[in-house]
Nanobody, 121 residues
Framework: VQLQASGGGLVQAGGSLRLSCAAS????????MGWFRQAPGKEREFIAH????????YYADSVKGRFTISRDNAKNTVYLQMNSLKPEDTAVYYC???????????????WGQGTLVTVSS
């Protein structure tokens, strides 16, 4: 699976962004999808996960209630809607695909290249 993330940028605190991740190469609906982020000097952090069908989602406590993960299997795309952004959300955001439902990075099989989100105070 090839993954291409997009939608990052500079936004003020309190603002919103929507990230997209387009998949190609394999059957998209065979994979659960996740979003992770990595801030400078920090380890990669799990953000959100969505099941293969899109019927269930799971979020890290740090983004729960502010971020929403969704997918459109007809368009081979997963999204991350980010609202009420905070400066501490600044990071490179990565999408990833897994054959199983997983919340840890090492269980994901394929990764996108990352898109930078910068939240100014």
């Amino acid at each position: 699976v090839q993954l291409q993330a997009s939608g990052g940028g500079l936004v003020q605190a309190g603002g919103s962004l929507r990230l997209s991740c387009a998949a190609s190469g394999r059957t998209f609906s065979d994979y659960a999808m996740g979003w992770f982020r990595q801030a400078p000097g920090k380890e990669r952090e799990f953000i959100a996960h969505i099941s293969k069908s899109g019927g269930s989602a799971y979020y890290a406590d740090s983004v729960k209630g502010r971020f929403t993960i969704s997918r459109d299997n007809a368009k081979n795309t997963v999204y991350l809607q980010m609202n009420s952004l905070k400066p501490e959300d600044t990071a490179v955001y990565y999408c990833a695909a897994s054959r199983i439902s997983a919340l840890v990075a090492r269980l994901y099989d394929y990764w996108g290249q990352g898109t930078l989100v910068t939240v100014s105070s």
